[in-house]
């Protein structure tokens, strides 16, 4: 349906509000004194919406004011119009997350699906069975043109920068450690910075560049590792590793992830590591949808949770090692 906005050039809300609290009240007075106006004033409104109806509205009787067959008809169309209007207006919208059927659509690196989305969506399955969550592949260098051009709700990364329309919040600071297959290679006592940079590392990257942060750090020493291979997935690591003797340092929690079902060893990374950030982040239209705003909770608690945030150690499989 839509509207004329010809038909609404004479007409005040503010009248229609008050023919209400005449009709309510039956007394200009009374309705002056809720409507915090002289009585005067209320006087002039029911004159003007007499006018505007071409009706008496309310006649005066021995019994007090009585209203028309006209103005019973007005207040039984427009009292749930305006209460309509002020719904929409003044109340923030209720989400039932029980009741709930949406379709969310989130991009992230594939490593923080295999990392935080099993929590995510256990707790969704419990508390919402009707949303469903649609994942995307997305990387720090095409985040924000992604989530720009609303090809996604919600979107989890390091974030490269934040324009003015785009919302965030901060989930986790994290660093690497170094990961190998455990009948591949064994470092009795920990992993050594000779070690490390003694044998081929598979490296992540979304540029297909064969140098990271880590490569920088070991420059400033002196040093340098070999990085045999890239891919820009993550998930291709275990079973690469399963296959060859080799190392790949990846985010922490990642990788204690992966010592307790992928038969991985992690280690801390024998040098200072580079810290990073994780955010979700939004467009600002979607700011006060109550439904991203409940699964913005949901992510940010299960990425608070010991297990995503790689608290959870599996014996013989998280080695100390020197940090």
Same mark, same amino acid.
């Not at 297959?181 to 000779?194: N, T």
């Given at each position: 349906?839509?509207?004329? +906005? !010809?038909?609404?050039?004479?007409?005040?809300?503010?009248?229609?509000?008050?023919?209400?609290?005449?009709? !309510?009240?039956?007394?200009? #007075?009374?309705?002056?004194?809720?409507?915090?106006?002289?009585?005067?004033?209320?006087?002039?409104?029911?004159?003007?919406? !007499?006018?505007?109806?071409?009706?008496?509205?309310?006649? $005066?009787?021995?019994?007090?004011?009585?209203?028309?067959?006209?103005?019973?008809?007005?207040? %039984?169309?427009?009292?749930?119009?305006?209460?309509?209007?002020?719904?929409?207006?003044?109340?923030?919208?209720?989400?039932?997350?029980?009741? @709930?059927? $949406?379709?969310?659509?989130?991009?992230?690196?594939?490593?923080?699906?295999? =990392?935080?989305?099993?929590?995510?969506?256990?707790?969704? $399955?419990? /508390?919402?069975?009707?949303? $469903?969550?649609?994942?995307?592949?997305?990387?720090?260098? /095409?985040?924000?043109?992604?989530?720009?051009?609303?090809?996604?709700?919600?979107?989890?990364?390091?974030?490269?920068? +934040?324009?003015?329309?785009?919302?965030?919040?901060?989930?986790?600071?994290?660093?690497?450690?170094?990961?190998?297959?455990?009948?591949?290679?064994?470092?009795?006592?920990?992993?050594?910075?000779?070690?490390?940079? @003694?044998?081929?590392?598979?490296?992540?990257?979304?540029?297909?560049?064969?140098?990271?942060?880590?490569?920088?750090?070991? %420059?400033?020493?002196?040093?340098?590792?070999?990085?045999?291979?890239?891919?820009? /997935?993550? #998930? %291709?690591?275990? #079973?690469?590793?399963? +296959?060859?003797?080799?190392?790949?340092?990846?985010?922490?929690?990642?990788?204690?992830? =992966?010592?307790?079902?992928?038969?991985?060893?992690?280690?801390?990374?024998?040098?200072?590591?580079?810290?990073?950030?994780?955010?979700?982040?939004?467009? @600002?239209?979607?700011?006060?949808?109550?439904?991203?705003?409940?699964?913005?909770?949901?992510?940010?608690?299960?990425?608070?949770?010991?297990?995503?945030?790689?608290?959870?150690?599996?014996?013989?499989?998280?080695?100390?090692?020197?940090?």
């Amino acid at each position: 349906m839509t509207i004329s +906005e !010809r038909d609404f050039r004479g007409v005040d809300l503010n009248l229609l509000v008050a023919f209400l609290v005449l009709m !309510r009240e039956r007394s200009v #007075s009374r309705a002056a004194e809720q409507l915090y106006l002289g009585q005067p004033a209320m006087s002039g409104a029911l004159a003007r919406l !007499r006018s505007l109806f071409d009706d008496e509205l309310l006649v $005066r009787t021995a019994a007090g004011m009585e209203p028309t067959p006209r103005a019973l008809r007005l207040e %039984a169309e427009l009292l749930p119009a305006l209460q309509g209007v002020q719904a929409a207006l003044f109340q923030s919208e209720r989400f039932d997350p029980a009741r @709930a059927e $949406r379709t969310f659509t989130l991009a992230m690196p594939d490593w923080v699906e295999v =990392w935080l989305m099993p929590g995510v969506f256990a707790e969704l $399955r419990r /508390q919402a069975p009707g949303m $469903r969550i649609a994942v995307k592949a997305t990387d720090p260098f /095409q985040a924000a043109a992604m989530l720009e051009r609303h090809e996604m709700e919600l979107g989890i990364a390091t974030l490269r920068a +934040e324009p003015g329309w785009m919302r965030s919040q901060p989930l986790a600071k994290m660093g690497f450690s170094c990961v190998h297959h455990a009948a591949r290679l064994r470092f009795e006592g920990g992993l050594s910075l000779s070690d490390y940079i @003694a044998h081929p590392h598979l490296l992540v990257t979304y540029r297909g560049v064969f140098q990271s942060g880590i490569d920088q750090l070991l %420059a400033e020493q002196g040093l340098q590792r070999r990085v045999q291979y890239t891919t820009q /997935q993550f #998930s %291709a690591l275990p #079973s690469l590793l399963r +296959e060859v003797e080799a190392l790949a340092s990846v985010p922490s929690a990642l990788a204690h992830h =992966w010592a307790d079902c992928q038969n991985l060893h992690a280690h801390p990374l024998p040098l200072p590591p580079p810290e990073f950030e994780l955010s979700m982040f939004w467009h @600002a239209v979607k700011d006060r949808d109550p439904a991203l705003q409940w699964l913005r909770g949901l992510v940010a608690e299960a990425a608070r949770q010991p297990a995503r945030a790689g608290g959870k150690k599996a014996p013989g499989h998280i080695d100390a090692g020197p940090a």
